[in-house]
């Protein structure tokens, strides 16, 4: 047991190298929470289907640096609000709330085993920026929120989205 814990921590650290390898700003809070991520979605994915079993060894190349990409061509300034619609187990939220401290993240999602897989690991990792919701996009709507981005990963054709999401963003002067 002991030898297998140590090849996937191994395992672990090299795939977090990968992240490391496109951005390089990491506190080192930021650096050890991105490295309890694969620990924590392997250990819930044993109990909720929340991630594609043949995925969990691809989290950091295909859930976490997808994620990371967005902050590659928009950089969220300090005391924004983002809103994600359709988080699912967190993506691209939980990566982007590590990345950006000072924002603040809404993740929503209607299925209630994925938020309460989301609100866990953002509790594990003491994100103080994340808020996970149980609601439809519509329903959002009524609560009269409004963000200044709104990010998603396939939940939706991109028109569709941009339906949803686009009563959601605070208009600019």
């Known amino acids: 047991p002991y030898l297998h814990t140590s090849r996937i921590a191994e395992t672990q650290k090299i795939k977090v190298e990968i992240i490391n390898r496109y951005f390089h700003e990491f506190s080192d809070t930021q650096r050890q929470q991105m490295a309890a991520l694969g620990d924590l979605y392997r250990e819930w994915n044993e109990k ?45 939220g939980i990566p982007l709330a590590i990345y950006y401290p000072g924002v603040q993240f809404h993740l929503i999602d209607y299925i209630g085993k994925k938020i309460k897989v989301v609100q866990a690991i953002a509790d594990a990792l003491q994100l103080k920026n994340v808020k ?11 609560h009269h929120h409004s963000f200044d981005f709104a990010v998603s990963r396939a939940v939706a054709p991109l028109g569709t989205l941009c339906r949803c999401a686009q009563p959601l963003i605070r208009k600019k002067d």
Do not use: C, M, W
């Open 48 to 92: 909720i289907n929340v991630i594609s079993r043949k995925d969990i060894d691809s989290l950091y190349e295909k859930h976490v640096l997808h994620s990371l990409a967005i902050a590659a061509v928009i950089d969220f300034l300090p005391g924004t609000s983002v809103i994600d619609i359709g988080t699912g187990g967190g993506f691209p």
């Open 132 to 142: 996970a919701l149980q609601l439809r996009v519509e329903e959002f709507r009524s």
